[in-house]
C-alpha cells in the first residue's frame, strides 16, 4: 500500500512485559490515495486473571477450569483502509484466535472470531 501509495506507513511497536508477547501497528494517513490505512497485529501470551477466567467459565466457554490458574495465548489482526475516493470501497476486517490451557491436563480450548467488510 505504501508504495501504490507513495507515502510511507509510521510505525508503532510495543511488548507486553518480559515473555508476554507484543505487537505493532501501522498507520498511513493522509497519503495521495488513502486518507487512512492501519494494521495492528499482536501475539500475547499470561495467566488469565480470576475476574476474566470465571467470566469466561460463565458463559460457557469454558468448563471446569474455574479457580485454576489458567495460562492463555491470544492473536489478532485487525485492518482498516480509507481510500480517499468516495467511489472506491473501504475495507475493514478484524480477527482473533485465543486459546486458553488447563494446567492439569494439558488440554486446549480455543476459539476464532472475527470478520470482515467493503462498505
Not at 28 to 53: I, M, T, Y
Not at 72 to 84: N, Q, R, W, Y
Not at 97 to 105: A, G, K, S
Request: hydrophobic share 35%; charged share 20%; aromatic share 10%.
Amino acid at each position: 500500500l505504501a508504495d501504490l501509495d507513495g507515502t510511507p506507513f509510521r510505525e508503532d511497536a510495543w511488548t507486553r512485559g518480559e515473555n508476554h508477547g507484543g505487537g505493532w501497528s501501522r498507520v498511513l494517513q493522509d497519503g495521495n490515495v488513502f486518507e487512512k490505512a492501519g494494521v495492528n497485529v499482536s501475539v500475547v501470551r499470561g495467566e488469565l486473571s480470576p475476574q476474566a477466567l470465571k467470566a469466561m467459565c460463565a458463559t460457557g466457554r469454558l468448563q471446569g477450569l474455574d479457580g485454576r490458574h489458567c495460562q492463555f495465548f491470544a492473536a489478532g489482526l485487525s485492518l482498516v483502509i480509507h481510500p480517499k475516493n468516495p467511489m472506491a470501497p473501504t475495507a475493514h476486517l478484524n480477527y482473533r484466535y485465543f486459546e486458553v490451557m488447563d494446567p492439569e491436563t494439558g488440554g486446549k480450548t480455543w476459539w476464532f472470531g472475527g470478520g470482515s467488510d467493503l462498505t
